[in-house]
């Protein structure tokens, strides 16, 4: 590929994730590529669906870190969020995760700006790499203001950026 550059574009930069929804990797059959670096449709298996997954505004972040060692690149994504009051429904929620983390996640977030991106599936991998590492904190508080919830780290590792996703979620 060849270097093409790079226009700055003027407007907002505004950060962080206001939504995010994921599905089991089973759930996918395939993404269709657009243009250029982007999917425009989710083509999932029968009654399948993406779930979305709320929280408090600027608790929910996606983040790439590209890295080469012998050769080969390595891109790092990682989605970390915050479900609100630490107990039983947190609780819940957090555990499906873990349970679907051993047969595959594929992710959307979704931007404050609204692009969305795919995460857990790739040109060169497809659902091969959607198999993430999940960490994170439960905890009370301590004070009176203290927040109280879990936050859930899910971790991928692939060889390609996160293409972006133009189409419709299926929900």
Request: glycine content about 2%; charged content about 20%.
């Given at each position: 590929m060849a270097l093409a550059g790079y226009t700055k574009t003027c407007g907002k930069t505004t950060s962080g994730v206001n939504s995010l929804y994921l599905t089991e990797k089973a759930n996918v059959t395939s993404f269709t590529k657009g243009?250029?670096?982007?999917?425009?449709?989710?083509?999932?298996?029968?009654l399948a669906v993406f779930k979305k997954y709320e929280f408090d505004q600027d608790q929910c972040e996606f983040k790439e870190t590209v890295a080469?060692?012998?050769?080969?690149v390595t891109v790092t994504q990682v989605i970390?969020?915050?479900l609100d009051k630490m107990g039983?429904?947190?609780?819940?929620?957090?555990?499906?995760?873990?349970?679907?983390?051993?047969?595959?996640?594929?992710?959307?977030?979704?931007?404050t700006l609204g692009t969305q991106f795919v995460v857990g599936y790739c040109e060169e991998q497809?659902?091969?790499?959607?198999?993430?590492t999940i960490g994170g904190e439960a905890t009370t508080g301590k004070a009176l203001g203290d927040a109280s919830g879990e936050t859930v780290t899910l971790t991928w590792t692939t060889t390609e950026k996160a293409y972006t996703y133009s189409g419709v979620i299926p929900v």
């Open positions: 243009t250029d670096r982007d999917y425009t449709a989710a083509t999932m298996v029968a080469m060692a012998n050769n080969a970390e969020f915050h039983k429904l947190a609780a819940t929620a957090v555990s499906e995760i873990i349970a679907a983390v051993y047969c595959g996640i594929i992710a959307i977030p979704k931007s497809l659902k091969e790499r959607a198999y993430p």
